[in-house]
């Protein structure tokens, strides 16, 4: 039953930070998600890519209801998520692939160098140049190659990828609200191909707990998405009535704690 509640509650925070940061819930599930089998005494050897499969799966359906919220605010470029959804596909399957490959202990740590580096930008970047950046249109080949590393990167570490394409969009002029909006609809891709390859890498591992599904913990994705959907079209809300430098300054801060704890536990 606390199982249960656990991920209840899980998918309501993620659900409202996924709407209100554009990330999809993947940096504060997979977090908590190590907790959790930690706490169920999932093996080692697949606990960090069961959470990090597990997460993918959850980001499908947190993604779906947030990029509808923001839609209905004008905060989506669907012109860039037209010219990168096929990069970020390839990206996706080559990072679920990646993440079959390396220990549980060094995805954690990749996880929390590039929280802590993404956050750091974030809280330090001058208040002027937030808002008063000039759109612009990004080459094909800056489009394909960063959506070929930023599906990798998120299908690896169990993101929907907002970490990197916030900051990308936002460098060709997107406004934080819109690059916010456009995240999120960027992350469905990302999470659709990541989560059937960690499905099929995972193969008949006799190290995963019953009822998964591949990488994917069947308990913790149908718990997850009972709240996470219905919660992050509040946290898309919120973010259209936000004030951009406030948004981007908190967004940072989200981003440096993960970063730390997860270096923290993983180090020591």
Not at 110 to 139: C, D, H, Q, R, Y
Request: aromatic residues 10%; charged residues 10%; contains cysteine.
């Amino acid at each position: 039953m606390l199982e249960i509640i656990f991920y209840l509650v899980l998918g309501v925070i993620a659900g409202v930070l996924a709407g209100l940061f554009g990330v999809g819930g993947g940096i504060v599930f997979v977090p908590a998600l190590l907790i959790g089998f930690e706490w169920l005494n999932v093996p080692e050897s697949v606990l960090t890519h069961l959470a990090v499969g597990t997460s993918l799966a959850c980001v499908i359906f947190t993604a779906i209801s947030s990029v509808i919220a923001h839609h209905r605010k004008q905060g989506v470029i669907w012109e860039r998520v037209r010219n990168m959804s096929g990069f970020l596909l390839l990206g996706a399957i080559l990072g679920a692939w990646t993440a079959d490959q390396l220990s549980g202990f060094v995805l954690r740590l990749i996880l929390g160098s590039f929280l802590l580096i993404m956050a750091t930008k974030m809280l330090f970047e001058n208040s002027s140049k937030i808002e008063t950046v000039k759109e612009s249109n990004p080459a094909i080949f800056v489009i394909g190659l960063m959506g070929l590393v930023t599906g990798w990167i998120s299908s690896m570490l169990g993101i929907a990828g907002g970490a990197l394409t916030v900051p990308f969009l936002k460098v060709y002029g997107a406004p934080i609200k819109k690059a916010i909006g456009t995240a999120s609809a960027l992350g469905l891709p990302i999470a659709l191909a990541g989560t059937v390859t960690h499905i099929l890498v995972a193969g008949d591992n006799q190290d995963l707990p019953r009822w998964s599904l591949g990488y994917v913990y069947l308990p913790a994705f149908l718990g997850i998405v009972a709240t996470s959907a219905y919660f992050a079209k509040w946290g898309a809300r919120l973010a259209h009535h936000m004030d951009q430098v406030i948004l981007q300054r908190l967004f940072g801060l989200l981003l440096a704690f993960l970063a730390i704890r997860m270096i923290w536990i993983t180090l020591f």
